[in-house]
């Protein structure tokens, strides 16, 4: 896979997750981020910090950025998401607009 088709997501522990750029795209705020004419850092790197969201919930929302598309292409499958992380999950989702 190509750099340019990948992006880097850093959680607030510094954790790298690089993931498909498709699937970055499932959040809105991540893909205003990628996208915005000028010079960002985020545009030129390929790469977004989010420093206030855990290497946990960030680990999560980048499989649902996966499990999005394919739910998308048709593929009906369920996303478990543990119990413990839903308030925390939902304030990430929230910021993210996905």
């Given at each position: ?84 992380l839903t308030l925390e999950l939902m304030m990430a989702a929230n910021y993210l607009h996905?």
């Amino acid at each position: 896979m190509k750099k340019e088709e990948t992006v880097k997501l850093i959680s607030a522990e510094g954790f790298e997750f690089v993931i498909d750029k498709k699937a970055a795209m499932v959040s809105q705020t991540i893909r205003n981020m990628l996208t915005s004419p000028g010079s960002f850092a985020e545009t030129e790197h390929g790469e977004v910090t989010f420093p206030e969201i855990s290497t946990t919930i960030l680990e999560k929302i980048c499989q649902y950025f996966y499990w999005s598309l394919q739910y998308a292409s048709g593929k009906e499958t369920e996303f478990h998401i543990e119990p413990e992380l839903t308030l925390e999950l939902m304030m990430a989702a929230n910021y993210l607009h996905t």
